[in-house]
């Protein structure tokens, strides 16, 4: 019996060896332990110090910590991507592959400039040139914006003709389109008010005038000139 736990202790001390070795091999996969560096892929927008800063894994900290959770809690907190994928290596390069939101419009406001995307969201694209973007002036509610928004997406060819959109408080929307038009609509109704637009743009009426002030539900106040300004 006594030999026999002898020969035990033996065995489990040899394979304690062998265990700690092979341990001891796989732990050199990984040289430093420590994230050597982070790449970021397909930016085209955004500025990747602004994303590195944003996210709360830094290179030359330790492999080990290394989350992915919060990683992808980090990443999902940035307006500016849509989608993301990554993959930790084990030579410690961190691989980040983004998808970035297309610009929506362009905000400007107090002679500043911002991107926004579709739920009036700023986009912070320091990289972002010359557009062909809607520009939205003065200060926007963003429930009366994403009522809008959503008549805007359901009449595509409307919207693409779209060249400045101006917005009051008290008043409504003014939106300037690309052919010299005002466009005069209220907060509430519009898919209905720009139905009744659709049909004046048909008839002959459209070529003789270029302010439409559709504000009073039912009525239409028209003027052959504009000041289609924000004030």
């Known amino acids: 019996m006594r030999n026999l736990v002898v020969a035990s202790s033996t065995f489990f001390f040899f394979f304690m060896l062998i265990s700690i070795g092979d341990f001891k091999k796989k732990i050199q996969f990984f040289p430093s332990k420590k994230i050597s560096q982070i790449k970021i892929e397909n930016m085209n927008l955004i500025n990747k110090e602004f994303i590195l800063k944003s996210i709360s894994l830094k290179e030359g900290e330790s492999f080990w910590k290394f989350n992915p959770f919060q990683l992808k809690k980090d ?22 592959i983004i998808e970035e939101k297309e610009p929506y ?20 694209y320091d990289k972002f040139g010359n557009k062909n973007l809607i520009t939205i002036n003065g200060y926007i509610d963003k429930n009366k914006f994403l009522k809008l928004n959503d008549v805007l997406k359901k009449n595509k060819k409307f919207k693409k003709n779209i060249k400045f959109i101006f917005f009051s408080e008290n008043i409504g929307w003014k939106i300037l389109l690309k052919d010299s038009t005002c466009l005069q609509l209220p907060l509430n109704e519009i898919d209905q008010i720009l139905n009744v637009f659709k049909e004046i743009q048909d008839s002959q009426i459209y070529s003789k005038y270029r302010s439409y002030d559709m504000r009073i539900l039912e009525r239409v106040y028209i003027k052959k000139n504009h000041k289609c300004l924000a004030s």
């Open 105 to 124: 419009m362009l905000w400007k406001i107090s002679n500043k400039k911002k991107i926004i995307d579709e739920k009036a969201n700023i986009l912070n």
């Open 75 to 96: 990443l999902n907190s940035l307006n500016e991507i849509k989608s993301f994928k990554f993959k930790l290596y084990s030579n410690g390069i961190l691989k980040i």
